[in-house]
């Protein structure tokens, strides 16, 4: 079976600073990642996610996430924060082939602040 | 096109009743996939029904079931409800066949058993 481990569950961060949430995952078999986002009272929306070729995948709002499979982890970064991403952030993975049946991680609030 | 709708928003039970939730996947969309996400933790997989057939199951009791209809809408049905059944229940539907590994998320029925 496969788990995630998100480390951080809050991070406090100030406006136009650099962020970093942190994400593990442990799998016997390969696995897609992927980065979910919810804002408060809404459902979970996809940030962004990895299937196969770069390792370095990016959103179209600035953020990005590198797959390193040593190490097992698929941390997300963003190198400059706004208010607007005030939200919780929450890791997943796949087994490949596993048909969109995901394991969460425990999410991390990210908090920013002016 | 429309997106992932759930209904109702909010409930109230009262433990050992029974709860119907409902979910209308996006369009054109064959898969419905049911989470449950407590307070303070990740989303939880239930179960997954494609093209009216359960694919996939979470390690969930058996009083927790449900049904996908022609038009791909699904029911979570849960039995002789508990205290700890209380959460957000969130349903995301998906194409399975397409290789997007995306999932669409509704805004989730908060279920509050007392």
């Known amino acids: 079976a496969q788990s995630v481990t998100q480390l951080d569950s809050q991070v406090p961060v100030f406006e136009e600073a650099p962020v970093e949430l942190r994400c593990n995952y442990s799998?016997?078999?390969?696995?897609?990642l992927f980065w979910y986002v919810q804002y408060p009272n809404q459902g979970l929306q996809l940030l962004l996610k990895?299937?196969?070729?770069?390792?370095l995948v990016e959103s179209i709002n600035g953020f990005e996430a590198e797959f390193n499979k040593s190490q097992t982890s698929f941390h997300l970064r963003k190198p400059s924060v706004h208010i607007s991403d005030t939200a919780e952030y929450f890791c997943?993975?796949?087994?490949?082939?596993?048909?969109?049946?995901?394991?969460f991680g425990t999410g991390t609030q990210l908090k920013v602040e002016l | 096109e429309t997106g992932v709708t759930q209904s109702p928003t909010h409930l109230i039970k009262t433990r050992g009743q029974q709860v119907t939730l409902r979910c209308s996947s996006q369009?054109?969309?064959?898969?419905v996939s049911w989470y449950q996400q407590a307070l303070g933790q990740g989303p939880q997989f239930i179960f997954q029904?494609?093209?009216?057939?359960?694919?996939g199951r979470g390690n969930f009791p058996p009083r927790f079931s449900g049904l996908q209809f022609p038009n791909y809408s699904s029911e979570l049905n849960v039995n002789a409800l508990e205290l700890d059944d209380s959460a957000l229940y969130l349903c995301?539907?998906?194409?399975?066949?397409?290789?997007?590994?995306?999932?669409?998320f509704g805004p989730g029925t908060r279920l509050t058993v007392t």
């Open positions: 995301a539907s998906s194409l399975d066949q397409g290789d997007s590994y995306e999932q669409y």
């Open positions: 799998s016997s078999v390969s696995v897609y």
């Open positions: 990895y299937l196969s070729g770069s390792t």
């Open positions: 997943a993975v796949t087994l490949t082939g596993g048909g969109n049946k995901l394991t």
């Open positions: 369009s054109g969309h064959n898969t």
């Open positions: 029904y494609y093209r009216e057939e359960e694919n």
